[in-house]
T-cell receptor, first 116, second 113 residues
Framework: ETGVTQTPRHLVMGMTNKKSLKCEQH?????MYWYKQSAKKPLELMFV???????ENNSVPSRFSPECPNSSHLFLHLHTLQPEDSALYLC???????????????FGPGTRLTVL | LAKTTQPISMDSYEGQEVNITCSHN???????ITWYQQFPSQGPRFIIQ???TKVTNEVASLFIPADRKSSTLSLPRVSLSDTAVYYC??????????????FGTGTRLKVLA
């Protein structure tokens, strides 16, 4: 596998379910990101891990819980979601020179999440 | 945070040159300008990045005036496959400030036959 992969590609869950989204990057990058993209809205940056430390959490509800066990893997744990959380969840990675560096991001194909 | 403003949509015909302008009036000294392309149900894809003057790669050119308060993405001879949403972003390359990586609403380009 090359680039950034995400699983599953599609997920349907009820509001009481617990599920996890997985992202894996095969690029040797040291930073990973979660974005949410709702219909007709711009991408919203949710979480940033740089050098395996969380450096950004943009006021995301606690029903979303990220986990970054190493620089190649990123998870988004979902619990008690709402229908308005239905969206495309995108993972990205980049090679940063420091915790707050800004550099070209490589995106995965996304997970299309539907909350019933 | 440097906010960006782009036209919501543009139409063009195959073979034409397309220029998409982005306004970023409060761009900071350390900020770079980056453009991404996104197709439906896919993640954004990096197109080009620059700091000042002109940058050119195999797919596009980026023109940045001296005051850096705007930038123009130029796509030469577009084809139907260039139909996508194009995002302009500004961000701090030196990591000296708060993490900034804000996608705006983007410009929806439609290329017609």
């Amino acid at each position: 596998e090359t680039g950034v992969t995400q699983t599953p590609r599609h997920l349907v869950m009820g509001m009481t379910n617990k599920k996890s989204l997985k992202c894996e990057q095969h690029l040797g990058h040291n930073a990973m990101y979660w974005y949410k993209q709702s219909a007709k809205k711009p991408l919203e940056l949710m979480f940033v891990y740089s050098l395996e430390e969380r450096v950004e959490n943009n006021s995301v509800p606690s029903r979303f819980s990220p986990e970054c066990p190493n620089s190649s893997h990123l998870f988004l744990h979902l619990h008690t979601l709402q229908p308005e959380d239905s969206a495309l969840y995108l993972c990205a990675s980049s090679h940063n020179r420091g915790p707050l560096d800004y550099n070209e991001q490589f995106f995965g194909p996304g997970t299309r999440l539907t909350v019933l | 945070l440097a906010k960006t403003t782009q036209p919501i949509s543009m139409d063009s015909y195959e073979g034409q040159e397309v220029n998409i302008t982005c306004s970023h009036n409060n761009i900071a000294t350390n900020d770079y300008i980056t453009w991404y392309q996104q197709f439906p149900s896919q993640g954004p894809r990096f197109i080009i990045q620059g700091y000042k003057t002109k940058v050119t790669n195999e797919v596009a050119s980026l023109f940045i005036p001296a005051d850096r308060k705007s930038s123009t993405l130029s796509l030469p001879r577009v084809s139907l496959s260039d139909t996508a949403v194009y995002y302009c972003l500004v961000g701090d390359m030196l990591g000296s400030g708060t993490y900034k990586y804000i996608f705006g609403t983007g410009t929806r380009l439609k290329v017609l036959a």
